[in-house]
């Protein structure tokens, strides 16, 4: 049961983070790449497309592995 819980929480707790942290960090570099200002923050080379795949796609592949592993040992567990 607590297995259940922790993959519950880990889920919402990924989910919480982009929905707050990854709209800000496109958003000021989406701005920086249109309208670069000195010192901008994000004025580093690194392309928007890399960041989006690193921000939302890292989660997704640990989510994914995660329900996965969760699913599998459901399912393959000897009564």
Do not use: A, H
């Amino acid at each position: 049961m607590t297995e259940i819980i922790q993959t519950i929480w880990e889920t919402i707790s990924g989910i919480f983070f982009l929905l707050f942290f990854g709209p800000s960090i496109l958003l000021n570099q989406t701005r920086c790449k249109l309208f670069p200002y000195d010192g901008c923050p994000y004025d580093d080379g690194i392309d928007l497309l890399v960041s989006v795949s690193i921000l939302y796609g890292i989660p997704l592949i640990i989510g994914l592995y995660k329900l996965t592993k969760f699913l599998y040992r459901k399912l393959t567990k000897k009564k």
